[in-house]
């Protein structure tokens, strides 16, 4: 996930990720890293001692984020989102960030479709998603053709996603993952279950003819060998990291941090204490 520039070329082909979608709910939309992401975020809704009365979720695929949602409104994660100043008191951004040219314009747009005290919820691919396929793809084609090209995204770290909240002014900033380990029968096989979730490569500086057949015998090995399955060692594992993106549009009510220097007890005499307690 990266910042464009006025001189930077955009990350992401738009046109080519609209087909790949379109594409995967034709053929049959891999659907379970949605549906692990909305439960995830319905179990973290349910710890909060609230009802949320006007929720908005942005999304690629609406199938199954309506399902999850039935009472939100639905809208596609365009550049421009359509949403309106302070209509929501939730918005779910679900399973598009990673795509985002500018990730933070988007955060920035739902930030003020929230009413005071709102909340923001952001899932995503991010950390060491693809790892694995991504060093052997590079391993292979460097030895096989002596190049590199562009072929799974980059992924941000959660450290640098979490600071996109505070960017986009939410208060209470949450960031956490969530990782799931797949196994595959060979690198094929995830590569097909890629394309079946709309989440082939749609980089703007993609190679624009097929891979080489063997850059991707070569890979396939790499990955065999790298990267076994530890249940299965005949069969391959690939990591997706779902992180997820938490909050809150500012509000008088909520819970404010200590001024710097505010402290009434040294951290010195409080550490004694706990040292006193624990010994009597």
């Known amino acids: 996930m990266t910042m464009p520039a006025p001189d930077r070329p955009a990350l992401t082909d738009r046109s080519a990720l609209l087909r790949q979608r379109d594409r995967a709910n034709r053929l049959g939309f891999v659907d379970v890293l949605h549906r692990i992401a909305a439960d995830e975020i319905q179990d973290r809704l349910s710890e909060i001692n609230r009802r949320f009365t006007a929720p908005a979720v942005v999304t690629g695929f609406p199938a199954v984020w309506t399902d999850a949602f039935p009472d939100a409104r639905i809208l596609p994660d365009d550049p421009v989102l359509d949403l309106q100043p302070g209509a929501h008191d939730l918005v779910i951004h679900a399973m598009a960030l990673h795509w985002a040219d500018d990730p933070v314009g988007q955060i920035v747009q739902c930030a003020r479709a929230l009413r ?165």
């Open 116 to 280: 005071e005290d709102g909340l923001f919820i952001a899932a995503c691919f991010g950390g060491q998603t693809l790892h694995e396929l991504r060093s052997a793809l590079a391993q292979a084609e460097a030895e096989v053709t002596g190049g590199l090209s562009p072929r799974v995204l980059p992924m941000g770290e959660i450290r640098d996603m979490g600071q996109l909240l505070g960017r986009a002014g939410l208060a209470l900033p949450v960031a956490d993952v969530v990782s799931q380990r797949a196994s595959y029968r060979d690198l094929i096989h995830l590569a097909h279950d890629l394309r079946a979730m709309g989440e082939g490569n749609a980089m703007a500086a993609r190679l624009r003819r097929p891979t080489r057949r063997d850059v991707l015998a070569r890979a396939a090995a790499i990955m065999a060998e790298h990267h076994p399955d530890r249940d299965d060692p005949s069969r391959v594992a690939a990591t997706f990291d779902l992180v997820f993106l938490t909050g809150w549009s500012p509000s008088d009510t909520q819970q404010k941090p200590l001024r710097p220097g505010s402290a009434t007890t040294r951290l010195e005499d409080a550490l004694k204490e706990l040292r006193t307690k624990k010994t009597s």
